[in-house]
């Protein structure tokens, strides 16, 4: 008969997200071409951007760039990829709602937040592979690191936490929003003016003045000029901000952003599938 | 009856738009039979397995589950219970064998145990051949196999079917409906919705025939068919003879002649089948009618409810749609 604990206990729903995770991870292993077109997405629009804008903007960037814009980009478009890997949550937690998949964890004896931590868990490993690809092709392209292998390290992994940070706001988008276009519409309407409208691809001072206010504020450009700190060095960060105030900055963004997202993805997750 | 093993008292859902999902219903299922829940769409029955396996919480009334309340401890009621929806809920791109130990290790077997657990499912199932081939290789009667395999390889005490045959081929029901009555060997409960009077025939040794949200009538196979008769008889008259043919009707007929709006058409129990029938042309020719049409079949759903409720769950299209719009995934499923 069941010898089942009734009562969910951490080491049950660390047991139980890790069993997930693994499952998500081997059930998007096994779909080589989704794979391989979202690992070679974030490197085309690197070089996208590098090639096309790269020889204009030269003369604008800040001295820790070298004169190179690679050495802008990179960073910034790390910052812009943690962002768009998390948002593959929305799009598998969908699934799972759509299939009955999630109908079926929900009427099994195990902690509500094991499902949403599995899938974050995974989504995040995958960006972490992606990413760290993408670090290796900007490297490849002259991509070159002024701060020691301590801040690249501690970039990458500032990145990954923000990438951890935004699986838990799609993962809300993902149950809350019904089909897959209208998380489509959702993400590309977000994330894009949102990146954009960033230090990610170009610095805030030639933006008009309303615009920089609200490009200089927003936390995607505080994770990338936090990211630029830690891999250039103060040199690449606007005038009067310092390495470890960017790093302050960036971390408060991820640390709000997990205390709202969190519990507003439980509460969807509770209520899901009805 | 022994202790049930499952008790609803007085269940009320609500949806949205004022939409009574479960309005007051209460029943009793006994341990160790098929329970089958048969309405039509709309009427409430994915709605009650879904209170009942914890997945939505009732407005009001109060249910029990292998002797444990719902709302006191519904991770209890989960370690117990089995699931197996409307869609065969598995993962595409995970053998059967993978998927039927993810849920294995999400009961909380370890590793190990619920290997083993998954391999005895699948050998019971039939599936163990074809255990390592991925989900998307398989047809729609094999994924429901397989979501079967996985609601019951945590050992259940009541197994739950959401409309198990559902969308796929004939062969594949027969063989089905085999092998959910081949689950009651070690004692387990199963409750089962359908849409299919045949289903619920075939499965079921008692019904519950539940119509906007409430229970309209309960008992065993055969006297549920009593009710209905075992044989009914279609007739159709003209306008002009109906009157009449209804007079001559009710005097062959003891009781149980009703019309059929929506056909036109006029419905009674042929007990005695073809005798029956020979007598009713009979009488209706010394009366002088001529029938404009005449069919003997076995009972459908639609004349179970008639006999029933006195009318067609189709007929009722505006209240039926009504709370079919509010029901959770009859509507849901908009895929």
Not at chain 1, 8 to 29: D, G, K, Q
Not at chain 1, 115 to 144: E, P, S, W
Not at chain 2, 39 to 45: E, L, S, V
Request: proline share 4%.
């Amino acid at each position: 008969m069941n010898t089942v604990i009734a009562v969910p206990s951490l080491r049950r729903t660390t047991a139980h997200a890790a069993v997930l995770a693994r499952r998500n991870l081997m059930s998007s292993i096994r779909r080589p071409d989704v794979l391989l077109l979202s690992t070679i997405q974030p490197i085309v629009f690197m070089l996208m951007f590098l090639y096309v804008f790269g020889g204009a903007i030269e003369f604008a960037l800040p001295g820790a760039a070298n004169g190179d814009y690679v050495n802008w980009l990179v960073p910034g478009i790390l910052a812009q990829f943690a962002v768009f890997g998390a948002s593959a949550t929305a799009f598998g937690l969908n699934d799972d709602r759509t299939s009955g998949v999630l109908d079926r964890f929900r009427s099994l004896p195990m902690a509500r937040s094991a499902v949403l931590a599995g899938r974050t868990t995974a989504d995040l490993m995958r960006a972490a592979v992606i990413l760290l690809l993408q670090l290796a092709v900007g490297i490849l392209l002259g991509f070159r690191w002024q701060n020691g292998v301590l801040g690249l390290i501690a970039g990458v992994g500032l990145a990954l936490a923000f990438c951890y940070a935004c699986t838990w706001i799609t993962a809300t988008l993902g149950m809350v929003v019904r089909s897959t276009e209208a998380i489509q519409a959702a993400v590309y309407m977000v994330v894009f003016p949102l990146t954009l409208v960033s230090s990610v691809f170009l610095p805030t001072q030639t933006m008009p003045g309303w615009l920089q206010a609200f490009a200089e504020h927003q936390p995607i450009t505080a994770i990338a000029d936090a990211l630029r700190g830690l891999m250039l060095g103060a040199g690449a960060l606007p005038p009067g901000q310092t390495v470890a105030g960017q790093a302050m900055v960036a971390l408060a963004w991820i640390g709000g952003i997990t205390a709202i997202c969190v519990p507003l993805a439980v509460r969807a997750y509770r209520r899901a599938a009805t | 009856m022994a202790e049930p093993i499952i008790e609803v008292d007085g269940l009320v859902k609500v949806f949205r738009g004022n939409v009574r999902a479960l309005d007051g219903l209460s029943l009793q299922v006994e341990q160790g039979i098929v329970y089958g829940l048969l309405g039509p769409n709309g009427a409430g029955k994915t709605t009650l397995i879904r209170v009942l396996t914890t997945l939505l919480a009732a407005d009001a009334g109060s249910a029990s589950v292998a002797g444990i309340d719902l709302n006191a401890d519904p991770q209890a009621v989960r370690s117990r219970i089995g699931l197996a929806g409307q869609f065969a809920a598995v993962d595409d791109y995970l053998t059967g064998r993978e998927n039927v130990e993810l849920v294995g290790r999400l009961y909380g077997f370890s590793r190990r145990d619920a290997r083993q657990r998954a391999a005895t499912v699948l050998e019971r199932i039939g599936m163990l051949d074809v255990a390592d081939r991925q989900v998307k290789t398989y047809s729609g009667g094999m994924r429901r196999r397989i979501d079967l395999a996985a609601s019951l390889v945590g050992s259940p005490q009541v197994l739950f079917l959401d409309e198990p045959t559902t969308g796929i081929d004939p062969a594949s029901r027969r063989s089905l409906w085999e092998l959910i009555r081949h689950l009651l060997d070690d004692g387990t409960t199963i409750v089962l919705t359908t849409q299919y009077l045949d289903e619920a025939d075939q499965l079921a040794d008692r019904i519950a025939v539940i119509d906007h949200g409430r229970l309209v009538s309960e008992g065993t196979t055969a006297d549920l068919k009593n009710r209905v008769g075992g044989t009914v008889l279609d007739l159709s008259v003209s306008q002009a003879d109906r009157p009449n043919a209804l007079a001559v009707l009710e005097e062959a007929v003891v009781g149980g002649v009703t019309v059929d709006p929506g056909r036109d058409t006029i419905v009674l129990p042929a007990s005695d089948g073809v005798t029956t029938l020979y007598d009713v042309l009979g009488r209706l020719d010394r009366a002088r009618i001529t029938p404009t049409d005449v069919a003997l079949h076995r009972p459908t759903l639609d004349d179970v409810f008639l006999a029933l409720t006195g009318s067609v769950p189709g007929n009722e299209a505006a209240a039926g749609a009504a709370v079919g719009a509010g029901t959770d995934r009859e509507t849901g499923a908009d895929r």
